[in-house]
């Protein structure tokens, strides 16, 4: 069992920044893939990024490509997302999940019931 917890989030300006942090209990962290998800009112829940067990695989989606970076920190239990040149259309509840699914990482990112455990999401809202 893993529990997850998001941080970070928050009201921010279009064109900036912020970091999301989401901490995981459990003495297996390193055994998960981690991934961050969004969810914009009245649209479905989408991936934004993925990070390998040590961090060394990262995938993004297309919308988020340059702009986003996953990071993993598997001493503090702890993947983090810093967004940067944030958009409007970024705004959305972002979740943060893990997946012990054995199949690639392209596969797994993209579609959600892979995913074995989920946060409860933290706001991020960017204004114009």
């Known amino acids: 069992q893993v529990q997850l917890v998001e941080s970070g989030g928050g009201l921010v300006q279009a064109g900036g920044s912020l970091r999301l942090s989401c901490a995981a209990s459990?003495?297996?962290?390193?055994?998960?893939?981690m991934g961050w998800f969004r969810q914009a009112p009245g649209k479905e829940r989408e991936f934004v990024a993925a990070i390998g067990w040590s961090g060394g695989t990262t995938y993004y989606a297309d919308s988020v490509k340059g702009r986003f970076t996953i990071s993993r920190d598997n001493a503090k239990n702890t993947v983090y997302l810093q967004m940067n040149s944030l958009k409007p259309e970024d705004t959305a509840v972002y979740y943060c999940?893990?997946?012990?699914?054995?199949?690639?990482?392209?596969?797994?990112?993209?579609?959600?019931?892979?995913?074995?455990?989920w946060g409860q999401g933290t706001q991020v809202t960017v204004s114009s």
């Open positions: 999940a893990a997946t012990r699914s054995p199949l690639t990482i392209t596969v797994v990112a993209r579609d959600p019931s892979r995913w074995n455990y």
């Open positions: 459990g003495r297996t962290f390193s055994s998960y893939r």
